[in-house]
């Protein structure tokens, strides 16, 4: 056999190979890496699944949640981005309703909620996010709310009610300008509403992450769509 065709063979082996396709679980992952950031789940036991253009995040019965103004390890899953400057990031999110009974304070455990939303540290950590709730507080419904913290100076957070029959579907988004961070939301994502800024004394790279939350003792499936961000030159 002549080295030519020697050659033509091995070219031709590799175009077969090259269109093989990938497993299923591996595009699945590449797809959403793409869409929506790289998945990343500390506790290891969380799920997500592609359901046309959205991604649904499972949440298991077990505590996860990451309030900024508290210190402490992010447990939640979620999608992330590094970035350097300025951006804005906007997604739709999606979350089931949920009966009375399964929201509110309980002692011992805290609030009791589910949540979706964009949230962003610095490697000092400071952090901000803005988040779509099932929540109650002092017996009122919260549809959203944000909240930040500072990594030697305290935080805070504000949410609004009450929104007992709120749509399950709320468009969020977060940008930064220099240390400064604003919140909006939207219903149409069209028309926004600003809900609030606060100074964080960002000056370096961020993480901004798609997070999903559960406190609830139940296990809950919330969903992102529509996510875009746009990286801005200064």
Known sequence: MTRALLLALASAVGV??????LPREEAERLAVARAFGTWTDPAGDCTYRLDGGRVCVRVPAYPRSATEWLPGPLTPPRFEHAIAGDFT??????????????????????????????TARDAAGNRAGVRKFEKMDNGFRTAYGAAWGKANAGGGGSG???????????????SRTGP????????????WRDYGKQEL??????TLGLIAENTTGTPVE???????LDRLKK
Do not use: C, I
């Not at 077969?16 to 396709?21: H, K």
């Open 89 to 118: 990031a906007s997604v739709r999110v999606e979350v089931p309703h949920q009966p009375d009974g399964r929201l509110g304070v309980q002692n011992p455990g805290g609030s009791r909620f589910v949540a979706a939303g964009l």
């Open 160 to 174: 609004t009610g009450p929104q007992k029959d709120a749509d399950p579907r709320l468009f969020l988004r977060l």
């Open 180 to 191: 400064t961070v604003t919140f909006a939301t939207s219903t149409d994502g069209v028309t």
């Open 16 to 21: 077969v190979a090259s269109a093989t396709p």
């Open 201 to 206: 004394g960002w000056d370096g790279p961020v």
């Open 222 to 228: 919330v969903a992102f769509d529509r996510f875009q």
